[in-house]
Structures are given as C-alpha cells and as structure tokens.
C-alpha cells in the first residue's frame, strides 16, 4: 500500500482513527519474517512440533464426514460441539462452565474488541495492568477510555494500588487482566492477589475481565485457582486456542454468564456474524483425540527450555544492572534496562545487527516503559534464542561504550 | 444462555448497545434448522453442490504442503498469495486491482463493521438503501450514525432522491449500495444510475461503499460495470467468498487505495489481529485450479431454477394485489403486500405452518417494511421452495379471509 498517497477522506475519518497507526509489533512481523533475523518479537506459537500426520488425519475427517456443515454459516453463538469440549476441559482446571455459558470468538483478540464496545463510551474509565498486552491496548483504545493503570510486580498486578484508586472513587467500567505467564512481563498473580482482587471487584461492583490464553503452558508451577473460578458471578473469563492449538484457527472464547453474554453476542454477530465453521469443527475433533496432550506437551517441554536459555543468555550477556521477570509458564521474558536506554530507538540497531524484540513503550497507554522490552523465547530453536539475546547484549554494551565516551568527552 | 436473570452489570454498558438485542434474522436461523421448516429466511448456500472429494483434495494439499503456515498467525492485510488472485478474478470482471489495494476481511461482515469504526462518530449521517442489508445495519448501529435512506425501484437505488438531499444540504460520511441483485430487494443498480451515482459521489467528495458479494451469481443478465470500475479513486469496493465459494470459510476482502486502506487495516486489526491462514490458503488453492468455476457454474444454475420456481409460486399461490421484484441474479425475493398485511406479527403464524422468512421491517432503519417480506430461495430445493411459497400464500388467504369477516361483521 502506498502510504505517501494524499488522503482524500481526511476530514471524514471518525474520532477514534486518531490513535490507529501501524504499531511497532505490526512492523516487526514484516521484519521477522526475514530468515536472517533472530526474532525475539512475535508471540507465535512454535506449530512446528504439531505432527502434519495428526492435522491431517482431523481435517481429513472433518472434510469427510461434515463437508456441508464446514463449509455453510453457523450460528454467532459456534458450534454446540466445540462448546462442550471445551466447557469439559475448563472443567479439568477447576473453572466452572456450560456450554451455555461460552460464546466462540474469533481469536482472543475479538473478544477483547467485544469487550470494549459493550462496556466502553469515550471517556470512561477503565483499569488495566501497566505494563499490558498491546492488542488489548488497540482493542479498547478504539473505544476512546481514559485509563487506570495499576503496576505489576513479581506476584502480578499490586491490588493494594487498585484498591486504594477505587476508594479515592475511582470507578473503571472493568478491571483487565492477564493472570498468568503474563503478556508482556511474564509475571502469575498470586493466589492472595487473586483473592484480593476479585473481593475487592465484587464490592464495588465492577468485573474482572480475566484473559488467560497461557494457562496450560506451566513448566515447573502449579496450578493457582482461576478468578473465574473463585467468584463465577462478577468475572468474565477470555481464553483462546492459538497457544495450545493453533493461531491459525482464530477461534477464541469467552466463559460469562447469560445477561452479558447476550449483549456480547449481538455486538459480536453485528461484526462478523459468525465464527467460521470449518476452524471450529477442526478445533473440536482436534480436541476429541487424547493425542492433542501430547502435543501440547511436547510445546510445553520445548518453550521450557527456551526460557532456560534466555534466561541464561540474559545473565551472560546482558549488563549487571539490567533486571528481567522470571516465567514459569507462556512465551515472554520482560526485562528492565538502567533508566538512559531508549529502546524504542534502539530497535532499528538491533534489526540491523539481526534481531528483533519489541519495545517496552507498546505495552503501556501513556507511552512509559522506554527502558523496558519484552523478549518472546517461544519460536526460535534454542541456539537461535541464545545468539538473539547475544546481539542485543553486544548493542547494549556498545551503547553504554557510546554513552561513556560522550560523558568523559 | 439464561436471558430471564437480572444483569448486574446493567448500568455499566456503553450507550451503543442499546440497540443490540437478538435480531428477527438471528431468531430464525434457529428456526430454520429444523427440518419440517422450509426456510426461505437465510440467505445460505447451497454448499451441498461443491463436491467432497474436490474440498478434500484442497485442505489435503494445504495440510500437506503448507502446515506450518497455516496453523500460525498472519499479517493483518492477508496472504499475499490469496490477495494476487483475487486481483486477477477481479481484473476479469473489469474491475482493476492489485494486491496492494486488497486487504482480506473475516466475511464480508467485518469489512461493514470496520468501515463504520473507521467514519462513524455519532451523530454522524450516513447514506443507506431503504431496504438494506439488515447486517450492515447493525454493523453500522452500533457506531451510532444517523441515517439518511434513499429508496429503491426497480434500477436500484434511486440517484435523484440522494441527488436532491446532498444539495439540500445533507452531507452523508459514505454511500453504501449493493449494485448486484439486492439484499433483500433483488434488483439491480443500472448503469445509467451508476454513473449517475458515481458522478454525484465525486461531485461532494463522499466514498461510495460499493457491497457486491452476488456479482457472480448473474442468472440472465449481462454484467454491469462496477463502479469500482467506473471511479477507482471514490469508491471502496467490498466483496466476499461466502457465496461464490463458500460461507464457512469467513472470507471477504475490501479494494481500496493506500490511505483510507492503511486506517482500515490499523482498526481490523486491532478487532481481531488477523485472519484464518488456514482457511485463506484453502480459498487461495481452491481458486486456483478451474474445477472451481464449474462449480460455480453448477451452483448459478440451481440457483437460476429455484428463482424460476419461487416466481412460478408467487404467480400461483400469492394474492393478485400483492408484488414481487425480478432477481437477474443472486439469492432473493422481495414482496410487498397490501398495506394492511404486518409480515412481523404474521411470522409466528408462518412457523406454526411450517415456512419461514425474513419480515421486511428488518431492513430498514426506521422499521418501515411491515407489509414487506424477503424470500430466500437459495437453499431448499425447488419442490421445497415451491411449497414454502404455497404454504405462505395460504397463510395470506387465510389472513384475508379473517379480515374480511371482521370488517363484515
């Protein structure tokens, strides 16, 4: 598309148009797709270790057996069947769920786009993690809020902040959050966090959107209750497939309870009317066959030793006085840099010197987080995680080198 | 879902989902599914004529050949392989594209969303047919426009009545119009009215949305320019694989040009990331070997012989004083009874004796249409839409009878 073009409508666009532009993860999608690059950017799940054999053998029966309903429209609401498999496997992590209370999605990320059209008018207030998951970001930003962002440290979102907010009368229209292995820092809520913010939530009145697509890539933690679980009445819960099954599909969902749920709905099917048939018919004999643990394992064990190895690269070749989060599950590592890095300017450097990560400064929506950035382990094979994390250690020490030669010049 | 319990978030939602509530449309796909019902409601295809071992030929070459692809996330814009054929299907038909001027869609629906995301402030007006497609209708709702309908005849939307309004002084943000065989009126836009219309667009610098999912479908008639074709630099051409391959595969796609393409692709994305790779690299290998056109060929003559049955029962079975338009293409008729008939309070009736169809009133803004009815003859086969449209014209009689013994009495 040719950008430099003089726009003919720019005095039609609505508001909300101000603030969509191409992000820096947008842009570092194109770049990542150059083999050359070690891209420690995208979150993309590693489908590579998904036997072709199994994929074939599910759409092969699919294609076989429902040719007709794969390919027709379906209801906005999807498919009985996959909502009952996955209401089963909820089940499985203690979170309460009929089919009757799941609405497929197209991706995670819709749901996070339904989410701000039915709570959002422009202005409202609403509460977020800072640093958060830039697509829930764009999602509501579409949506003009004002926000609340509540910090993160190592046991999650500090609760005690949001309480204190809400007791001074602020009051956000919901309360977002990613509880585990959380995109971008990395960090679990605690169980006590957890406790305390769905109280504190249920005493004023306000839901928790709990988005939770990493939950079932633990490595070496157990299992924390989910909110949804803890207080099913005042917590609507987001999860999606692209993680443990493939991004590819786009099927997503969202666990709430029927008011709601009739309202996300409609605000849904005036969108794309419904989720496609075919994804969600593989999907679910996908997840008939016992064979999808063992996949899911598989992916489990291998972005387990990535995150060893970034983690080990990151305290061989990253300065003393950087700091990083410690997953136990999901795809990220978060790291805090001394307070004089840029990284936002930095990345076009590091795509020179082939790598490629993204800049704390997306994550927040006041533009903080300049001496921040989030390193995806999830993709690249082990060695390739190990030498990205070199050269963005080598720029970082070039940096300082500069930065001292400047100070003693 | 429960839709009876109390909603605790009911003062927490945004002003626009006031009018979100579930549709006529939706009610009776529900409907419709049941078998003794013959549904001339939805608009489906008849996906039953693609045959299985050509579906299955397809997804097998993908699975084997492209699995890593298409079980990972893609760019926003889509595959650039889909996009390129696309511009060259499109090129046929005499409308100019390149790749770089499509963006790939979740269904034709999402591409209606985002243009209201994109131009909607509310308040603002925009330009519809009067009837409309009842999804772009609440596709745009929910961004809260105002609306200025313009009526049709049988040569379409009629330009003079928009022609007055715009220099009256009204200045809509788009025109939106479906040339092709109408949803739901089934007439068809002439090329004098599109030129007229393109004319009158470039005139007040209004974009004129051009919605042309049934180009393809064309019965009798000969192709009419699109005004795509007519004025590239004013006019953002949406069209859709849902009825020409297949619904299940959520494909639609926008043509436009570089600067308003670039707004529109930031707000798609930001509502669901991207679309299935898997299900483009089907559509993209379907289309790509010609088997694909006769089965297009073998669905337009179907299609062509249950429109002929359903006029054949409308001149058999409907009352004298009632009309119907003349679909050259495309999946619907559309019939206006005597004033006094209401297609809305009638439909439970239709039910009870085993018919379904769209009530008029669907398709307007306002709730004009109340004596007006969309038939679908798209899906049934002819002997089932014959008997639809006999059952529904006894249903009128019926209804004659009762009035006339009322007024009598």
Not at 92 to 101: D, M, S, W
Not at 335 to 360: I, Q
Request: hydrophobic share 45%; with cysteine; glycine share 6%.
């Amino acid at each position: 598309m040719d950008e430099s073009a003089a726009d003919p409508y720019v005095d039609l666009y609505a508001r909300r148009t101000a603030g969509m532009t191409a992000s820096d993860v947008r842009a570092l999608f194109a770049v990542a797709s150059r083999p050359e690059v070690v891209s420690l950017a995208g979150g993309m799940p590693f489908v590579q270790a998904i036997p072709t054999e199994h994929m074939l053998a599910v759409v092969t029966k699919v294609m076989t057996e429902q040719k007709d309903l794969a390919l027709q429209y379906g209801g906005g609401v999807g498919q009985l069947t996959l909502r009952e498999r996955l209401a089963a496997l909820l089940l499985e992590e203690g979170i309460p769920a009929t089919a009757e209370q799941i609405v497929i999605t197209a991706g995670g990320q819709q749901a996070l786009d339904v989410i701000g059209k039915i709570f959002i008018d422009p202005g409202d207030l609403i509460a977020v993690e800072a640093p958060s998951y830039v697509g829930a970001l764009s999602a509501f930003s579409a949506y003009e809020p004002s926000w609340l962002q509540v910090p993160l440290d190592d046991e999650g979102m500090i609760v005690d902040v949001l309480d204190e907010a809400l007791r001074s009368g602020q009051r956000p229209k919901f309360i977002y959050t990613i509880p585990n292995f959380h995109n971008p820092a990395g960090v679990t809520l605690s169980y006590t966090r957890r406790q305390q913010l769905v109280a504190l939530a249920a005493e004023f009145g306000i839901p928790v959107i709990e988005d939770d697509p990493y939950r079932k890539l633990r490595f070496d933690a157990e299992p924390i209750p989910a909110m949804r679980s803890l207080d099913p009445d005042n917590v609507i819960y987001l999860s999606s497939l692209s993680k443990v099954v493939a991004a590819g599909l786009r099927i997503g969902y969202v666990v709430a309870d029927g008011p709601v749920l009739q309202r996300f709905l409609a605000a849904k099917e005036a969108a794309d009317l419904c989720p496609s048939n075919l994804t969600q018919l593989i999907a679910q004999e996908y997840l008939s066959d016992e064979r999808w643990r063992q996949n899911l394992q598989t992916l489990v064990n291998i972005y387990r030793l990535r995150r060893d190895t970034c983690e080990a690269a990151l305290e061989e070749f990253f300065p003393a006085d950087a700091r990083w989060t410690h997953p136990s599950g999901g795809f990220y590592s978060w790291v805090t840099l001394p307070a004089h890095f840029d990284t936002s300017r930095m990345l076009a450097e590091a795509v020179e010197r082939l790598v490629a990560y993204v800049p704390g400064s997306a994550f927040y929506a006041d533009g903080r987080g300049r001496n921040q950035l989030r390193l995806a382990y999830c993709y690249p094979p082990e060695e390739r995680v190990r030498e990205g994390v070199r050269r963005l250690g080598e720029l970082l020490a070039d940096e300082e080198l500069a930065r001292a030669k400047v100070t003693s010049a």
